[in-house]
């Protein structure tokens, strides 16, 4: 069974760092692509980035600057580390895996972004 657990995230103020990281059992990372999605108060789950299974990362142009997906030394851990945090990357926090054309997703990590 597949299954997603993140961690990280926190309350942190404007111009900081955050770190959220996604462990999964069940699956292999290295033979599946990895995405990052988020989910900001009142507004629909929007598409981060991903990482592919081969290695190389793609993260939504507007992020790019501040945000990078990578894998971890443990395996089955990949990590978004966002820096220069802005009070409008305030969100829920979610990675997904898709295997055998089922999806997956991580249980939600919440990042505010706050004085």
């Known amino acids: 069974q597949v299954q997603l657990v993140q961690s990280g995230g926190g309350l942190v103020e404007p111009g900081g760092s955050l770190r959220v990281s996604c462990a999964g059992s069940?699956?292999?990372?290295?033979?599946?692509?990895m995405s990052w999605y988020r989910q900001s108060p009142g507004k629909q789950r929007d598409w981060v980035g991903l990482i592919t299974s081969s290695g190389p990362t793609d993260i939504l142009e507007s992020l790019r600057d501040r945000f990078t997906i990578s894998r971890g030394n443990a395996k089955n851990t990949v990590y978004l580390q966002m820096n220069s945090l802005k009070p409008e990357d305030t969100g829920i926090y979610y990675c997904k895996a898709v295997v055998s054309g089922t999806t997956y997703w991580g249980q939600g990590t919440q990042v505010t972004v706050s004085l």
């Open positions: 069940g699956l292999t990372f290295d033979n599946h692509p």
